[in-house]
């Protein structure tokens, strides 16, 4: 009997040795093939699991040994995460969910560079509520700048849904826990949504139909949560999360951008982008900073004598363009001079042309 398979011989296999040579060289290249093939499904099949070290546990997000806690630093996003809703229709009756996972959300912000994280119970319900949108108020708190709030929407194993839910692999559809989060973020003082989302997460999973055998004796606090393919997928959807807010929120709300060049005589370069906050249209008063103890100094505006102020024209990353809305008095550099959104109502002569 032939050690070949049936059927005609593809065009890339070599004959030209004959014999015995040949037919080994025939198998050894079909073997070759069917290692690669295996290693590709394999590959396939695994997706895009979180890796791990099958001799450790997998830790939760932002779990690290630290010797001192990072200090605070001045200027950043300051952020709060309120409590999630839990998600509508569970495979599993775990009724706090959407609060572990963001405790979970928070405690991978602390360990994130871009901004600082507050616990702040009373601005986190109350940014909740629908009421609280669309009020503008001076009198609500100033030390958090944006509010996370948010639903677990998913929190699945797709061998239990329908297979038209689950994605297809190389070859078959894929076994997955899939975890979701919808969110949006409020900013406190304007009382409005500033960014929105829905964002995943996925880990592989067996093809166990029974959830809750799966997860029996385990709930979402347990450390050994996060060694589960939902506890993965939690992990994977709030990396994603975090990774998306940082791409839309600013993330140094509290410094101040300063004029860095004058380009016309009305026309000036600052630093400090959207990812200071600025956006176009925006006014802001000119100061010049106090050198040497000496208080800061107002520009002046030479035909009003108020202070002089600008308004933000185009916005990039790091930073923007901005048309003074007067004149500043001749011999006068206002290279160095900060924006601030104080002192008092800005002078309205908007004047849009000419030196």
């Given at each position: 009997m032939s050690d070949l398979p049936a059927g005609p011989a593809p065009a890339n296999w070599d004959f030209k040795a004959g014999g015995d040579g040949g037919r080994l060289d025939v198998v050894m290249r079909f073997s070759t093939f069917l290692k690669i093939a295996a290693t590709v499904v394999?590959?396939?099949?695994?997706?895009?699991?979180?890796?791990?070290?099958?001799?450790?546990?997998?830790?939760?997000?932002?779990?690290?040994?630290?010797?001192?806690?990072?200090?605070?630093?001045?200027?950043?996003?300051?952020?709060?995460?309120?409590?999630?809703?839990?998600?509508?229709?569970?495979?599993?009756?775990?009724?706090?969910?959407?609060?572990?996972?963001?405790?979970?959300?928070?405690?991978?912000?602390?360990?994130d560079t871009d901004f600082e994280v507050r616990i702040a119970p009373e601005i986190e319900q109350a940014a909740s509520s629908p009421t609280f949108l669309g009020k503008k108020s001076e009198s609500r708190p100033v030390e958090v700048d944006f509010v996370v709030i948010g639903q677990v929407t998913d929190f699945h194993h797709t061998a239990a849904l329908p297979k038209e839910a689950s994605r297809w692999g190389l070859l078959l559809r894929r076994k997955e826990a899939v975890v979701a989060i919808e969110w949006k973020v409020v900013d406190v003082r304007a009382g409005r949504v500033v960014a929105a989302d829905h964002t995943y997460g996925t880990a592989k999973a067996s093809g166990n139909k029974k959830i809750p055998e799966l997860y029996e004796g385990l709930d979402v606090s347990a450390y050994l949560f996060w060694n589960t393919p939902l506890g993965r997928a939690s992990h994977d959807a709030?990396?994603?999360?975090?990774?998306?807010?940082?791409?839309?929120?600013?993330?140094?709300?509290?410094?101040?951008?300063?004029?860095?060049?004058?380009?016309?005589?009305?026309?000036?370069?600052?630093?400090?982008?959207?990812?200071?906050?600025?956006?176009?249209?925006?006014?802001?008063?000119?100061?010049?900073?106090?050198?040497?103890?000496?208080?800061?100094?107002?520009?002046?505006?030479?035909?009003?004598?108020?202070?002089?102020?600008?308004?933000?024209?185009?916005?990039?990353?790091?930073t923007a363009e901005a048309w003074l809305l007067g004149k500043p008095a001749p011999g006068v550099d206002i290279r160095g001079a900060v924006l601030l959104t104080q002192p008092g109502p800005p002078a309205r002569k908007l004047a849009t042309s000419g030196p």
């Open positions: 394999l590959v396939a099949v695994s997706g895009c699991a979180r890796p791990s070290n099958p001799w450790v546990y997998a830790e939760p997000p932002a779990v690290a040994v630290t010797v001192t806690a990072r200090p605070v630093q001045q200027g950043r996003t300051v952020i709060a995460v309120a409590e999630f809703t839990n998600p509508d229709n569970p495979q599993l009756d775990w009724p706090d969910v959407g609060a572990e996972l963001a405790r979970a959300m928070r405690r991978s912000l602390y360990n709030i990396d994603n999360t975090i990774e998306r807010m940082r791409n839309v929120l600013p993330s140094f709300v509290g410094e101040r951008p300063t004029i860095t060049a004058v380009l016309a005589p009305r026309k000036v370069l600052v630093q400090g982008g959207w990812k200071w906050g600025l956006a176009e249209g925006q006014e802001y008063y000119l100061v010049i900073p106090g050198v040497g103890g000496n208080p800061p100094q107002p520009v002046r505006d030479v035909d009003t004598g108020q202070t002089l102020v600008l308004q933000i024209t185009d916005v990039n990353k790091g």
